[in-house]
DNA sequence: TTGTAAGCGTTATCAG
DNA sequence: CTGATAACGCTTACAA
């Protein structure tokens, strides 16, 4: 068995007092070559594998670990690329500052994110419901940063312009001269089925309600279908379940996954891209297997997004205020969209 | 300012011992309903949030956290929707178990994996170098299982038939009358280059190693390429760079993902699949885009593979031993292979 | 059913 | 540079 050798164990052995032997081992303050070496050589002959994480961090009150908590299924979290990236940015960021994600989500399965001890927490993906889950952490005094969540919360935000970004693609295509044009969105809401949405409800997920909203500022009152999530199969799902029933010149799909599903949908139905129809995206991601075209898309810096959450987190363990950020899309044209009026395909 | 209340000031406010109080917030021994409410009501007065996660884990010795140790980047990692779909298998398997998922990487950043308080740990995707850590792991006492890992390491290790499986897929080519045949492998060790390999040097990773034998069980030596990664991107690579200076008849793919690049990759250099060139996987994921082809590969249970690593987890966190577990693969036949022969396409 | 007592293994502080 | 002392906040036998 090991694991039953504790500091005091050591120190003993090595005839020096507890705190010199833990000295050794957090390197925090000078010790003489030679006691250091004592304390190690002892530390090697008992066994003792360094200090317990658990009695450390009630006595620094630092565990080392960043709570994540996702609002979706991990299984869907990870399907998209910009939550990974996003992801990825996180972890980069909250490693430099020495601590681990802890995967978290916000339901009744996973332990609460105030059972375990966390550091900081960031909520991600969040939606309306996560209000709560903020106003606990936030009690217990833990730092809390969200991605795209809920300025009204009172933490730092960091997020898109959404609507900007996508008004910026709803221009474009109406620049082209387009005017009856569709939108596949994201998820409505947490619990939502894909479907038509009417003009009047609004979606509770921000981000799809500011790009949606984007949109609305260049085109009165557009078709809009909200897929399950961002997938090229759900973009499969939406187009076709558009091109049933409407005949848009073109589709703005609210992530590049979507997008790619759409032509996808597009081309097995004979329709040309961008002549027939043009496809616009969101997220500017790699799109595996979507060659030879180039979508028409806005970029978002997910992975900056994720490190900007590292530098709030770490402002706010230090005490400091960490401002809301948000972070500006970029055009990124390509072969997807052109002019309508083409005639359908003979 | 929160968080400086503790469980002794909520008792003494309520009147009762520190004990006392503790027990209404576990809820591990009955208390009578009217205690249990001037705690909870004295709780709620002080804004007490519950117990201090970190004190708890000290006395109880369990923090509800297992980490999960990541050899590739987790942007490398979660592109590979096998990692997913078992990342997702040990998400559940030990959501049920009460704990969470810390994930963590076996390199010089991420905090050490000792360092952090784990009831328990997953060493994922890995390769020999994991060696060491899985010993500091085990003689702190902490639980450690490891998935394609090393049986040498005694720890139980949930696998695959890797090599078995492999084999049948190249019995099936064979069997169809294929002679010249290529491999495009996964990583050959955590650093190398892309490129061919001499059927002298053995890849460190194991599953790549072992699928590898299994198609030499069959063939004696294949053309073998080794990608970068598990994408279709990489497979167009390894088949471009298989094509421009070979002709094989059949090229046998370590994954669906770099199957599915080797069939776009055939195709955009006008070969039919499978007339002219047959291929197979290996993971039998469903690859987004790949219709109208479908891939004669193997399946392997990778949610399956999660849920063993919870329960042999479970079983060592109650101080049983748990048995290495090593799933088979089932064949499933695609249309992606033919016998060869018909004549290059005119 | 409730209270008492004794740590869990570290580390910060401060004096030597 | 080293050592004594005192928490960190909670849980759990055991006793009342």
Redesign the pocket.
């Known amino acids: 068995m090991a694991?039953?050798?504790?500091?005091?164990?050591?120190?003993r052995a090595a005839?020096?007092?507890?705190?010199?032997?833990?000295?050794v081992?957090?390197g925090?303050?000078?010790?003489?070559?030679?006691?250091?070496a004592r304390v190690r050589a002892a530390a090697a002959d008992l066994g003792?594998r360094?200090?317990?994480p658990?009695?450390?961090s009630?006595?620094?009150?630092r565990s080392g670990i960043v709570g994540v908590v996702m609002t979706a299924s991990l299984r869907t979290a990870f399907l998209d690329p910009i939550a990974i990236a996003t992801m990825d940015g996180i972890v980069s960021s909250v490693a430099h500052l020495g601590a681990g994600i802890l995967l978290l989500r916000d339901d009744g399965h996973t332990p609460a994110a105030t059972e375990v001890p966390l550091d900081a927490a960031v909520i991600f993906g969040s939606h309306r419901e996560s209000s709560e889950l903020v106003k606990s952490l936030s009690e217990r005094g833990i730092p809390v940063v969200t991605v795209e969540g809920d300025p009204t919360w009172g933490v730092p935000v960091i997020s898109l312009d959404n609507a900007d970004a996508q008004a910026q693609l709803a221009h474009h295509v109406a620049g082209l001269g387009h005017h009856e044009v569709a939108v596949v969105s994201l998820r409505w809401n947490s619990t939502a089925e894909p479907g038509f949405q009417s003009a009047s409800e609004a979606p509770t997920i921000d981000f799809t309600r500011e790009r949606l909203a984007g949109v609305r500022e260049v085109f009165d009152n557009p078709i809009v279908f909200s897929a399950r999530g961002s997938s090229v199969d759900f973009g499969i799902e939406a187009a076709n379940a558009i091109l049933d029933h409407h005949q848009p010149t073109a589709i703005l799909a609210q992530s590049d996954l979507l997008a790619a599903g759409v032509i996808r949908a597009a081309i097995e139905r004979g329709l040309r891209v961008p002549e027939d129809l043009s496809v616009t995206g969101f997220d500017g991601v790699v799109v595996d297997g979507l060659a030879p075209y180039q979508l028409t898309t806005m970029h978002q810096p997910a992975y900056d997004k994720g490190r900007a959450v590292g530098d709030a987190l770490s402002r706010l363990l230090d005490g400091e205020v960490a401002p809301s950020v948000r972070f500006t899309c970029t055009f990124r044209p390509g072969n997807t969209t052109a002019p309508p009026g083409r005639s359908p395909v003979s």
């Open positions: 694991s039953k050798v504790t500091i005091a164990d050591v120190a005839g020096v007092s507890a705190s010199t032997a833990s000295v081992f957090s925090k303050i000078k010790v003489s070559d030679e006691t250091a003792y360094g200090p317990d658990r009695a450390a009630l006595r620094t009150g």
